[in-house]
């Protein structure tokens, strides 16, 4: 299991409101995300236009897979003979990758909640509106949203929303302030719109700004992290339709890929089926499978019905070889898939 040496950063005096969250301010040094883990993390996110979500998919998994070796979270062979535009790219999809999935380990989105995380960019090309304080724009969003069926509430809930700014620098240790990065992640103010084009009843702040990054430190990567709030209560019920939507704009991606793939497996997890197909040589990802029948029917229940499925968790019974989200995907690593060539 790789190690990631981990230091949380102290936030610069008010710069937002709110105490800080215990779980990023005392993770231990290092920390120890396993590499399914990672690539479930970088596998969850994109932009994924329609058409292009299988080949953005192996881009994404493939810059990870080339910035970092093998059995140690540090820079690879082919990043640090990179020139610094390549090296630029490839470690910020590592440090997308360290930070989304320390996110989603240490931030919990609330009693019978989960996150869904989505690229910004994203969002907005698939409806959510935002207010900002200025023309600065953060990387990532985690919606943390409870669904009918999944042991919460009769109706679908919006409960808030975390912003992740993610940095990645390669070449040397602290390179880019964090705080610059931070003040993007601050500068979304409030949601108005969820994606799929739900409307809130009331504009909903961000309950958490975090910014991360990663940097070389002593010839191995470092995750250093700055600035959480502890979540608040701030849920807004939304109408099924709303949430369905939702939930078409997360799922639609991974439905392309998996349908368009010309070999595809089923195996089991957990006690649970997933739809299964090979996106870079002994890297696999799938989806459960009864999510990936019932966003096909976009049938008027279809968060009733996802929210039963994720209602059982999932378990990770063996994280070096396999993870699965709380949102029903699963990033599987074959033996010997770290053997370069």
């Known amino acids: 299991m790789p190690h990631l040496a981990y230091h949380y950063v ?32 970088q596998a969850s996110i994109g ?14 998994l493939s810059s990870l897979r ?61 409806g959510a509106n935002f207010n900002f304080a200025n023309l600065q724009r953060p990387d990532v969003l985690f919606f943390s949203v409870t669904l009918p069926g999944a042991g919460g ?26 705080v610059p990065a931070l003040n993007q992640a601050l500068a979304l103010t409030a949601m108005t719109q969820l994606s799929g084009g739900g409307a809130l009843a009331a504009p909903m702040a961000p309950v958490s700004y975090v910014a991360s990054q990663i940097d070389v430190f002593f010839g191995n990567y470092r995750l ?12 807004q019920s939304i109408p099924m339709k709303s949430m369905n939507d939702f939930l ?5 991606p991974f439905i392309e890929i998996i349908s368009g793939a010309e070999k595809k497996k089923t195996k089991t997890f957990s006690k649970r089926r997933f739809v299964m197909v090979e996106i870079i040589p002994k890297i696999w990802f799938g989806l459960d499978e009864k999510i990936f029948k019932c ?8 968060s009733q019905e996802v929210g039963n499925i994720l209602k059982e968790p999932y378990s ?15 990033t599987v690593l074959e033996k010997g898939w770290d053997i370069p060539g």
């Not at 078409?248 to 639609?252: H, L, N, V």
């Open 10 to 41: 102290a936030r610069p005096g008010n710069t937002c409101v709110g105490p800080t969250s215990a779980q990023l301010v005392h993770l231990p040094n290092p920390i120890t995300p396993g590499w399914p883990q990672l690539y479930a993390a």
């Open 66 to 126: 080339l910035s970092s070796a093998p059995a140690t979270l540090s820079p690879s062979p082919v990043i640090q003979q990179a020139d610094p535009t390549e090296k630029g790219q490839l470690s910020y999809h590592i440090g997308t990758a360290a930070g989304i999935a320390t996110g989603l380990f240490a931030l919990a989105p609330g009693m019978g909640a989960r996150f869904f995380p989505m690229f910004f960019t994203r969002a907005v090309t698939n």
């Open 47 to 60: 932009v994924y236009p329609a058409g292009w979500a299988a080949l953005e998919m192996t881009w994404r």
């Open 248 to 252: 078409k704009t997360f799922y639609d």
């Open 295 to 302: 966003i096909q029917k976009n049938e008027d229940d279809m």
């Open 153 to 178: 509430p009769p109706a679908p809930m919006v409960n808030n929303i975390v912003v992740w700014e993610c940095k990645g620098h390669a070449n040397n240790a602290g390179q880019a302030p964090l």
């Open 224 to 235: 250093q992290i700055i600035d959480p709030d502890k979540p608040g209560k701030n849920a």
């Open 316 to 330: 990770n019974a063996s994280p070096e070889s396999f993870w699965i989200t709380d949102n029903g995907l699963v």
